[in-house]
């Protein structure tokens, strides 16, 4: 099982970047997928969630209304669409998998939830 996240790169705040995940050597389509990510010198942080039809989504507060998280079922692949970058969302960025829940909740917050984690992908904002 592998997800490979890509999309990260260095852009001025205020800009725009788009995250892909695609996973492969099984389908998550009845999953929760999300996004964490990881500041330097810090914990990883909750980033957003999406159900499994992606029909219900759940974000950190501190992105919600810039970031948003969909997804390709057919495509077995997961998006970040994140607009207004500021500074503070440097980070390296992972994308997870729950196969233990087909919804988001408040528990999507927490990273021991997550059976799957991606590599990582570098995103830089420079002000």
């Known amino acids: 099982v592998q997800l490979q996240a890509s999309g990260g790169g260095l852009v001025q705040a205020g800009g725009s970047l788009r995250l892909s995940c695609a996973a492969s050597g099984r389908t998550f389509s009845n999953y929760v997928m999300g996004w964490f990510r990881q500041a330097p010198g810090k914990e990883h942080e909750f980033v957003a969630a999406?159900?499994?039809?992606?029909?219900?989504?759940y974000y950190e507060d501190t992105v919600k209304g810039r970031f948003t998280i969909s997804r390709d079922n057919a495509q077995n692949t997961v998006y970040l669409q994140m607009n207004s970058l500021k500074p503070e969302d440097t980070a390296v960025y992972y994308c997870?998998?729950?196969?233990?829940?087909?919804?988001?909740?408040?528990?999507?917050?927490?990273?021991?939830?997550?059976?799957?984690w991606g590599q990582g992908t570098l995103v830089t904002v420079s002000s």
């Open positions: 999406i159900s499994w039809n992606g029909g219900i989504t």
């Open positions: 997870v998998v729950d196969k233990d829940a087909i919804v988001p909740s408040t528990a999507s917050r927490y990273g021991h939830r997550y059976d799957y």
